[in-house]
């Protein structure tokens, strides 16, 4: 099926001028062509059409999936944080008191794919060495990538950027993957500003693997 994703504006890659009412044109897990909504209406008429508020982008690149993952916990809501409240824990000797096995490390790590595709987020770069986080990171769609430069890891793709591009995973062109993220921003100029958590949607694969509710 083909699905047209349009935002107020979209801004494909790098360093691109962005188009007001653009659109991508998704057909399977594939981009088949980026242009101008009215255009690619016209020329698609019986195509789905998604229409998202905001900034449709390139899907983001998070770092120290490894620090993220597999050295923080996150606390399972509303099983667990009464006791370990709802924050991340990721202090070394609070983790060793909680002892945890392989399978609540691939627990948390569910709960932190879905924080991160809730910002935007498709890919995630380090190596991770727990089996239960890497299939919990293969099963949520996130692509898993080579650990990148040094950088502070945070949940948060935009954390230590001085620019929101250069948290852009690729870009988007006919025939490339169809992983994008919509922002409810203004504009370009204010994503960074405002950050990830403006998300309202996230496209993996040409799938939906989250929409803000």
Known sequence: MLTLHTADVLLSGPGRVPL????????????ARVGPYEELAAAWPHARVRRWPG????????????????????????????????????????LDALKLTEARWGNSAR????????????????????????????????TLLPAAAAGEPSLDPFAGRESAEEAFHGAL???????????????PAEL???????CVATVIGGRLLHRRR
């Not at 916990?73 to 709802?86: C, I, K, Q």
């Open 111 to 142: 709960r932190a794919t879905q924080k991160l595709l809730a910002r935007g987020v498709v890919a995630v770069a380090g190596r991770l060495t727990v089996p239960a986080v890497r299939t919990a990171v293969v099963r949520s769609g996130l």
């Open 192 to 198: 960074l500003a405002q950050g990830a958590t403006t």
């Open 20 to 31: 007001p009412a653009g659109a991508v044109l998704v057909e399977g897990d594939r981009i």
């Open 55 to 94: 900034v449709l982008t390139p899907g983001l690149l998070v770092r120290g999936a490894d620090a993220l993952l597999e050295r923080t916990y996150y606390p399972d809501d509303p099983y667990e944080t009464a006791e370990l409240g709802p924050d991340p824990i990721s202090e070394a000797e609070a």
């Open 173 to 187: 062109d006919a025939g490339a993957p169809a992983r994008f993220a919509v922002f409810a921003v203004a504009g």
